[in-house]
């Protein structure tokens, strides 16, 4: 029996070593089916990130118009507050001048009423001078507290006819 005992032997670590590459061989068969599907999900990922920088430039371009659009809107808010507060002041100062004005108008009626007054007091008072003289004089008094307003006579405006206008007539009106 010993001298097959090497070859079974040789046989045996043959049959070790085919089967520890086939192993080998089924484990590059996986590593290599892991590597291609890595490789196509890093295909993947390259093109979402390309997809991805696109939007994010697109992104950052919206974000710059944006953001001068913002800058003229504030240019513009400012300027319109500028104004308003323009607009304001001269609203300030015309009311102040309009309440000058009506100041001014509301002195001059009252002077003119203290002038008014006034005036009818020295009227009342020439008035009883006047009566004191007549009574002095013996003579009736004329004037009465009684006062009777005659209607105005208007005579020619009775006697004015509208006329009608004709063509070529001129119209003084």
Do not use: Y
């Not at 009775?158 to 119209?171: H, K, L, S, Y």
């Amino acid at each position: 029996m010993a001298p097959f005992a090497p070859r079974t032997r040789d046989a045996a670590a043959i049959r070790m070593k085919q089967i520890a590459l086939d192993n080998l061989s089924r484990t590059i068969r996986r590593l290599r089916a892991q590597l291609a599907t890595t490789r196509r999900e890093l295909d993947t990922i390259k093109e979402e990130h390309k997809a991805n920088q696109i939007a994010l430039e697109a992104s950052h371009m919206t974000i710059a118009g944006l953001t001068e659009i913002d800058i003229s809107m504030s240019k513009k808010i400012e300027r319109m507050k500028a104004k308003k507060q323009k607009a304001r002041e001269s609203h300030v100062v015309c009311h102040q001048k309009f309440q000058a004005r009506i100041q001014e108008a509301e002195d001059s009626m009252q002077a003119q009423h203290l002038i008014i007054e006034a005036l009818v007091e020295e009227k009342d008072s020439l008035l009883r001078t006047i009566q004191g003289l007549q009574e002095a004089n013996g003579a009736p008094a004329p004037f009465d507290d009684e006062w009777e307003e005659e209607p105005e006579e208007h005579p020619e405006e009775d006697e004015i006819e509208d006329i009608p206008i004709g063509e070529g007539e001129i119209d003084d009106k």
